[in-house]
Structures are given as structure tokens and as C-alpha cells.
């Protein structure tokens, strides 16, 4: 089972509200992800990070940021939600992978509203 | 560019029918890696297996059965006697070497109902 969180599970919010959704891995991966996934869709990367103080942009363009100051920590910010910004959220942690690819453990997901 | 099609977009079956879900890729690099993976109502994905391009023997864990063919760039993924249990969205993905790392592209999954 794989050891990696996200709160809230579920949040509701207005327009313009600063937001931070949480994502911590108790498995000392120095890899970590952000997807976004609309319902019904495929996923879509929008950060990560190879390790403490590293973050990277994704394939997907995002008005979210993200900082890695701990290792098990990679939280995702968005500082004005809208409604556009309504979508499943994904954080996932893996190993480094240099030499080749290493599955990638997924959280539960945020689903965020933006009213 | 890389591509992932997975051309069903729903299937249902009844429980103990064998089911089989396609995944066409698209790549010119020779190095690459395959995966799939699980998404239960719950929401977390959930891994199922990593194939690479130079290993195209086929595999079977339990009820499950990956058959990987290059000449079709196809990784099919097939369950055998399903189980309502096995009612999720399968997500087949790609990963290639770019800009230092791994990346993973996704299909746009196939969700399986199996029914009691």
C-alpha cells in the first residue's frame, strides 16, 4: 500500500481565494508529481520535482506553483482560483529513475470545485 | 511527438467474461517504457505492471495478461473471468527519456463496469 497523502480529499471554494492543497510521502522518494485530471480524462502533468528545492514545469500549462523545501512535502498553490481551475488533482512519488523509469505511487486526489 | 490511444472509452461486461483492453502507442524513440495502471472509484491510481521496448516477451500475473507486440506498437491488457472488483478506469501510459527524466503519458483510459 502505497504510503502518500493529500488533504482535503474534496474542497469547495469561491472565486479568487488563495488555495494550497497538500501532498506528503512517508517512502523518501526524491521524485515527486502534480496531475491534473478533468473527469472522464486523461492525466496531465503539471509540476514536479527531482528532490528538495527542485521544481519543474509539466507538459501542461498550470497558474498553480508548487515548492519542495522537504523531501515529503510538495505542496500545490494556486493564488486566485477560478472556475476554470475545477478539475481532480494528483500527487504522486516515485524514485529518481535516472537509469530507467520507476512506478510512480498516486495519493487519492483533490477535487476541487471553483464556484 | 508521443501518443497513447486507447480507442474504447467504456466497456461493460458481465462478471466471469474475459475483457480485453487496447493500447496503441506512438513513438519514434527505440527506448521506452510501457506501464498500466488502475483507477478505482476511489480515485488513487494504482500500478499494474512496467514493461520495456526490448522485452517483448508476454506476461501474466493471476488473471491478468499483458501482450506486448512492437509491430503494432500495441500493449494489450487482458483480464480473465473479470470480477466486479475489477470495475475501474485502466490507464495505459508511455514513458520516454526527455529533458533529464522520465516522463509518463497517459491515454485517456477505458473505464470497465463488470456486472454482477
Known amino acids: 500500500e502505497a504510503d502518500i497523502y493529500q488533504t482535503p480529499r474534496y474542497l469547495v471554494i469561491g472565486t479568487g481565494k488563495k488555495i494550497t492543497l497538500e501532498c506528503s510521502q512517508t517512502?523518501?522518494?526524491?521524485?515527486m508529481y502534480w496531475y491534473q485530471q478533468d473527469p472522464g480524462m486523461e492525466l496531465h502533468l503539471i509540476h514536479y520535482?527531482?528532490?528538495?528545492?527542485?521544481?519543474e514545469k509539466g507538459d501542461l500549462s498550470s497558474e498553480s506553483t508548487v515548492s519542495r523545501i522537504r523531501t515529503e512535502h510538495f505542496p500545490l498553490t494556486l493564488e486566485s482560483a477560478r472556475p476554470s481551475h475545477t478539475s481532480q488533482y494528483l500527487c504522486?512519488?516515485?524514485?529518481?529513475?535516472?537509469?530507467?523509469?520507476?512506478?510512480?505511487?498516486f495519493g487519492p486526489g483533490t477535487r476541487l470545485t471553483v464556484l | 511527438a508521443q501518443k497513447v490511444t486507447q480507442a474504447q472509452t467504456e466497456i461493460s461486461v458481465v462478471e466471469k467474461e474475459d475483457v480485453t483492453l487496447d493500447c496503441v502507442y506512438e513513438?519514434?524513440?527505440?527506448?521506452?517504457?510501457l506501464f498500466w495502471y488502475k483507477q478505482p472509484p476511489s480515485g488513487e491510481l494504482v500500478f499494474l505492471i512496467r514493461r520495456n521496448s526490448f522485452d517483448e516477451q508476454n506476461e501474466i500475473s493471476g488473471r491478468y495478461s499483458w501482450n506486448f507486440q512492437k509491430s503494432t506498437s500495441s500493449f494489450n491488457f487482458t483480464i480473465t473471468a473479470s470480477q466486479v472488483v475489477d470495475s475501474a478506469v485502466y490507464f495505459c501510459a508511455l514513458s520516454l527519456f526527455e529533458a533529464g527524466s522520465y516522463q509518463l503519458t497517459f491515454g485517456k483510459g477505458t473505464k470497465l463496469s463488470v456486472i454482477p
Open positions: 520535482s527531482y528532490g528538495v528545492n527542485s521544481t
Open positions: 504522486a512519488s516515485s524514485e529518481l529513475g535516472i537509469s530507467d523509469p520507476n512506478e510512480q505511487f
Open positions: 513513438t519514434r524513440d527505440t527506448t521506452y517504457y
Open positions: 517512502m523518501g522518494h526524491d521524485k
